[in-house]
């Protein structure tokens, strides 16, 4: 995603599907480097998101990494089985090619710092976590996504090109909050269109269609110490799809149902 002048293209730098870490963040390098040339105010996002592959036992854990979590430094790979949940929950959760992760497992911090500071070393200054629910079902008072946070928030302080990292997930339930702190920086969720039914390609927006969010982002206390009754929101197009075998139960507007 890029933000400048002409809004956002989408969060085309979402490569943490593939599990490819280091490698896929310095592909799109180039791509970066050019746009940053081009506007030097943009802001580029990449997103982390809620699946890991066994493309990741393939990848060495880097020293700085170890180092940053207080761990022994020694040569090793990432686990991929040590990032799922251990009850089998949402292993194979993406059609057998990757499972959800388990943000309360150190495993799941290693991997997921060591891609967002790949991607901050390469001038991304906003990353996209995904469906934080999903990560957070065994997380209580999300001690695990605040511990990645602080890490991710450190290094960026020092690396980043302004000093900074906005960081944001889809936050159905309004937004996360601990103490009085929010988690993000900004919320997003899709805008959930509502269908005319008389009219082809034709929607309206709706406060509380579906499972919008609209006038439901939390507020609190942000990362820069601003207290703030509702956290500003970004809204997505709704995604397309189906549920399960094809046979949709949900509708959510015209982009597609819910999943």
Not at 66 to 83: A, C, K, V
Request: a negative charge; glycine letters at 12%; one cysteine or more.
């Amino acid at each position: 995603m890029a933000w400048g002048g002409h809004g956002s293209d989408g969060r085309q730098a979402a490569v943490s599907y593939l599990s490819l870490g280091r490698l896929a963040s310095r592909s799109i390098e180039p791509f970066a480097t050019a746009l940053h040339q081009a506007d030097p105010e943009i802001v580029l996002q990449a997103a982390a998101f809620e699946i890991v592959t066994r493309g990741v036992d393939s990848i060495a854990v880097p020293e700085r990494v170890l180092r940053e979590f207080g761990q022994t430094i020694t040569e090793r790979t990432f686990h991929y089985e040590d990032m799922l949940y251990t009850d089998g929950r949402f292993v194979n959760h993406w059609g057998g090619k990757g499972s959800v992760p388990d943000m309360s497992r150190l495993e799941t911090r290693l991997w997921f710092y060591h891609l967002v500071t790949s991607y901050v070393d390469i001038g991304i200054e906003a990353i996209h976590f995904g469906q934080v629910g999903l990560m957070d079902k065994n997380d209580p008072g999300h001690a695990g996504w605040r511990d990645l946070l602080a890490h991710v928030r450190s290094y960026a302080r020092l690396h980043a090109r302004r000093h900074l990292l906005l960081c944001d997930a889809h936050t159905p339930t309004g937004g996360y909050i601990e103490d009085g702190q929010l988690l993000f920086d900004f919320h997003s969720f899709p805008l959930r269109i509502a269908e005319v039914a008389e009219h082809a390609h034709q929607g309206v927006l709706r406060v509380g269609q579906a499972d919008s969010i609209v006038l439901k982002s939390k507020g609190g206390i942000t990362q820069h110490a601003e207290r703030r009754l509702s956290l500003r929101l970004q809204h997505g197009g709704n995604h397309p799809g189906v549920v399960g075998d094809g046979c949709a139960t949900e509708r959510v507007g015209p982009g597609g149902y819910l999943r």
